[in-house]
């Protein structure tokens, strides 16, 4: 059974750039959580998915950022127009559902935004 | 919201020596599970423990769910397990189900 992989795992982008990010949770885990961990803390959630459905986003999710799950599979976070603050990793996690339930977390993406 | 409080921050440790690390939390929770953040950025799961306890080798976690607490111990420490270990709970009736983490504490393990 593999684990949670997200693509690419460095990413250096000038500022004003687009960026995608890609997760590929765990098969048959129909939850997915985007998070953000920037240097000395922990990671701070972002968005989630239940199957296809964005269900939630946090105020830390701008207009800039954007995400999807088409099918209810791999999702994808956009960042459009990157700042220099958007440096930091960007991680994915997967599990079975709600709440009690143990999240998986993928490799992670770095982000530096130059 | 709920908080999560992690101590201590820094922990150097020389290699053979044991330790426990604590996480406190402000309300019930429904999800309690402990990560170590390899280097590389990686977090790999230590236990999903949000009551009870559980050992696994060296390492073994606690949770008080009435006092609100979790301890993990790791006995016998490698340079191996030097990183940042994360505490991550879910509150009680959280809707989005989304882990909220402490700031961690940052192991350092001397041979």
């Known amino acids: 059974d593999t684990g949670v992989s997200q693509d690419p795992r460095h990413k250096i982008t000038k500022r004003g750039q687009n960026v995608t990010f890609r997760c590929d949770p765990i098969s048959e885990h129909n939850r997915l959580y985007w998070y953000r961990q920037t240097l000395g803390q922990g990671p701070e959630f972002l968005t989630y998915f239940q199957n296809e459905a964005q269900l939630e986003k946090s105020r830390l999710l701008s207009d800039r950022f954007s995400a999807e799950r088409p099918k209810g599979s791999f999702s994808t976070l956009e960042i459009q127009r990157t700042e220099q603050g958007d440096s930091a990793m960007y991680l994915c996690a997967s599990s079975l559902g709600q709440g009690m339930y143990e999240q998986y977390f993928g490799p992670g993406t770095r982000l530096t935004v130059t | 919201g709920i908080q999560v409080e992690q101590s201590p921050p820094d922990l150097i440790l020389q290699e053979g020596a044991n330790s426990t690390l604590r996480c406190n939390f402000s309300?019930?929770?429904?999800?309690l599970q402990w990560f170590h953040q390899n280097p590389w950025g990686q977090l790999i799961n230590l236990f999903y423990?949000?009551?009870g306890t559980k050992q696994n080798g060296r390492l073994s976690a606690t949770t008080v769910a009435t006092e609100r607490y979790s301890l993990l111990y790791i006995s016998s420490s490698q340079t191996t397990d030097s990183g940042v270990y994360f505490c991550a709970v879910v509150g009680y009736g959280g809707s989005q189900g989304n882990l909220i983490f402490g700031k961690g504490t940052k192991l350092s393990v001397k041979p």
């Open positions: 309300d019930s929770v429904n999800n």
């Open positions: 423990i949000p009551s």
